[in-house]
């Protein structure tokens, strides 16, 4: 049963993404260029107007170590430039950007020796030195205006930087309703911007967030707050953007313990089909059109330009956990790119030149969604092959993130307070 509800997950996928995203979005600060197509038909390409799905891996079979020969990169590798090692101290790093090749920022908290603290690791100079920044508040995410303006959602409050965050002062987020969180937002300027994140609603600011407004479309889509949530949100010069999201019902089982303390529960659990979710704006933000389709697993990200690489996580009951697609934003197509069973995806950019980054965590016994942290793993498309690249072996967590400047300024972190560069 899993390679069937896997099909019919993808089909509706395809027929979901054909319908609501069939016109060109940019995210505000990704690479524009889409991942090079590869000239031979594959396992895994898909024809326009129509949908062919493939069991297996992709790419399929063994892929082999980046070496010398491996273009664009050669023999270069992710090395590390930060980590977290002090005694009695547990850290888990959120979120990593880099407004420029110089400048950059990582959030997160860590308890040590049984004391909560809350941090940023602010360098100026690429990343060679970092500069720890107490928080008031646990951040959640950072969304980057330029080298200066920052923003940063923590649990409960908004913070603004124009210091490229060396200091900070509190904005206003929205006011959430039961069960509702923001977890990101989204500028297009200092002054407009967008907060969303666990919960139907949307909301807008045309003060810099210093105070919102409810998108009211959001709310039309009747969905369940506590089953819904926005996750991404992608624009294209100054009119044209995209939020997507997901509504899900909650697993069945009334258990309190989660699924990696009982594996079996999870893997016999019965794949539910949930939503996937859109609002798309063509007019600036002034107004939004809803729409959703049935599907099964979560999308979590939507990164790129007219050739989106979309990152969709499932559960435990499908055969792989994660998997990413390219889907043409204007015309509505979409192939399958990247899934394999022995890592979680958890990020993935294209490049400027062609091809693309994926980071995974490499998964662990029978469960591929534990809390015990996994070498971190990355992979190259290099327009003609995949390859994956070398790690420093000191790099593992729970999750992964990788920063984008452009094709010779690029990062990565794990939840585990490691970041690397490639280089």
Same mark, same amino acid.
């Given at each position: ?7 019919l ?47 297996g ?43 420029s ?11 040590r ?17 970092w ?19 920052y ?98 019902? #909650?697993?069945?089982? =009334?258990?309190? *313990? ?8 999870a &893997? %016999?659990?019965r794949? $539910? !089909? ?9 007019d ?19 990164r ?12 435990e ?32 950019? #294209?490049?400027?030149? =062609?091809?693309? *980054? ?8 029978? &469960? %591929?969604?534990?809390? $015990? !942290? ?18 420093d ?31």
């Amino acid at each position: 049963m899993k390679r069937k509800v896997e099909d019919l997950s993808q089909a509706s996928r395809r027929a979901f993404l054909a319908g609501a995203c069939g016109f060109g979005i940019a995210a505000g600060q990704e690479p524009k260029a889409p991942p090079k197509a590869e000239a031979k038909k594959g396992p895994g390409d898909v024809a326009e107007g129509m949908y062919s799905a493939r069991p297996g891996e992709l790419p399929a079979g063994h892929i082999a170590r980046a070496d010398a020969s491996t273009k664009p990169y050669g023999g270069m590798r992710w090395r590390m430039q930060y980590q977290f090692d002090q005694d009695d101290t547990d850290v888990v790093l959120n979120d990593l950007r880099f407004a420029s090749a110089e400048r950059g920022i990582a959030v997160g908290g860590m308890v040590r020796k049984g004391r909560d603290e809350n941090f940023a690791l602010v360098t100026r100079d690429g990343g060679l030195h970092w500069t720890q920044v107490k928080m008031k508040d646990l951040p959640y995410s950072l969304f980057l205006l330029d080298e200066s303006r920052y923003f940063c959602v923590c649990q409960g409050s908004l913070w603004y930087s124009n210091e490229s965050g060396v200091s900070w002062e509190k904005r206003k987020l929205p006011k959430a309703k039961k069960g509702s969180e923001v977890a990101r937002v989204h500028f297009i300027d200092d002054k407009n911007g967008w907060a969303f994140g666990a919960g139907l609603a949307v909301y807008r600011t045309v003060d810099g967030g210093m105070s919102w407004t409810e998108v009211p479309e959001a709310n039309e889509l009747k969905l369940k707050p506590e089953n819904t949530e926005w996750a991404w949100m992608n624009w294209i010069g100054p009119k044209t953007g995209i939020l997507v999201g997901t509504s899900s019902a #909650p697993p069945p089982e =009334g258990s309190r *313990l989660p699924d990696w303390m009982i594996p079996e529960r999870a &893997m %016999r659990r019965r794949a $539910i !089909p949930g939503s996937t979710i859109v609002l798309e704006t063509r007019d600036s933000g002034a107004t939004w059109k809803g729409s959703m389709v049935s599907s099964f697993g979560h999308v979590v990200r939507m990164r790129g330009g007219l050739q989106a690489m979309t990152l969709f996580q499932y559960g435990e009951s499908m055969d792989f956990s994660s998997e990413v697609y390219v889907v043409n934003l204007r015309g509505g197509s979409n192939r399958p790119y990247f899934r394999r069973k022995d890592v979680f995806v958890y990020d993935a950019v #294209p490049l400027a030149q =062609g091809g693309s *980054l994926v980071a995974a965590i490499e998964t662990r016994g029978r &469960m %591929r969604t534990s809390p $015990i !942290p996994g070498k971190l793993r990355i992979f190259q498309d290099t327009g003609s092959e995949w390859r994956e690249m070398r790690v420093d072996y000191h790099a593992s967590g729970v999750r992964a993130v990788l920063a984008y400047v452009d094709d010779n300024h690029i990062w990565a972190a794990t939840s585990e307070g490691v970041i690397l560069k490639l280089g």
